[in-house]
């Protein structure tokens, strides 16, 4: 079972309205990253943290796109207008750090649909 | 253009059968190579990861392949379960400076018949 918490596992927002979806990474991993995979399987980094700093992110997620991770709560991810589009999976994964050999452990998912 | 090439598309074998998954890729620099399970609806599970010019690794049912010259690693799962049945998903890392930017293949659907 997978110990990467997303909240909700279904989202299911109108155009134009904010998206919002929470995750709890593994206990103790600093790592925190976001993915989107859409229904034709691709998948888009978003963004990652390292503790509650961003490391790095993608030019769509500075636009529309929010996140945190601040300390002793969830990291968020929020969409602040919404468009159909953005209807896909949105994967957090977690890892102790960044090395190769360091594991990433997902959460299953939260399943945006823009109506 | 697609920097993460697996195939096949889907695979339908029957219970006890052993399958093998490929994975080709032109990222670079290659650092190493990730091989994910993902059941339906599900996170993704890592299976293996493969760093060295030519590396073997095993875990389990699960054994995979990496040749960094040829840019192409392959999973190999023996004596498939039903439980097999999953999307897998080949992911191509780079590491640099400290950060680390994956690269994901569309993933091989395997459905596994009693």
């Known amino acids: 079972n997978s110990k990467v918490i997303q909240t909700p596992r279904y989202l299911v927002k109108g155009q134009g309205q904010k998206a919002k979806m929470r995750c709890i990474p593994e206990?103790?991993?600093?790592?925190v990253f976001w993915y989107q995979q859409n229904k034709n399987n691709e998948f888009k980094f978003l963004i990652n943290?390292?503790?509650?700093?961003?490391?790095?992110q993608i030019d769509m997620t500075e636009k529309r796109f929010s996140a945190e991770c601040p300390s002793n709560s969830p990291c968020s991810l929020e969409i602040q207008s919404s468009e159909a589009g953005d209807s896909a999976l949105y994967l957090c994964?977690?890892?102790?750090?960044?090395?190769?050999?360091?594991?990433?452990?997902f959460g299953h998912g939260t399943k945006l649909s823009v109506l | 253009k697609t920097q993460v090439e697996q195939s096949p598309q889907s695979l339908v074998v029957r219970q006890g059968e052993n399958c093998v998954l490929q994975?080709?890729?032109?990222?670079?620099?290659?650092?190493?190579l990730r091989w994910f399970k993902q059941d339906t609806g599900k996170g993704l599970v890592s299976l293996t990861v493969?760093?060295?010019?030519?590396d073997k690794t095993s875990n389990g049912r699960y054994s995979a392949t990496l040749d960094k010259d040829a840019k192409h690693s392959t999973l190999h799962i023996t004596a498939t379960l039903l439980d097999d049945t999953a999307t897998y998903i080949c992911?191509?890392?780079?590491?640099?400076?400290?950060?680390?930017?994956?690269?994901f293949g569309k993933g091989t659907s395997l459905v596994v018949h009693p």
């Open positions: 994964a977690s890892s102790l750090w960044q090395g190769i050999n360091e594991r990433l452990f």
């Open positions: 206990k103790g991993h600093p790592v």
């Open positions: 943290f390292q503790n509650q700093e961003v490391l790095q």
């Open positions: 994975c080709n890729y032109s990222v670079t620099p290659d650092n190493h």
């Open positions: 493969l760093v060295d010019q030519k």
């Open positions: 992911v191509v890392g780079q590491t640099s400076g400290g950060n680390y930017k994956p690269t």
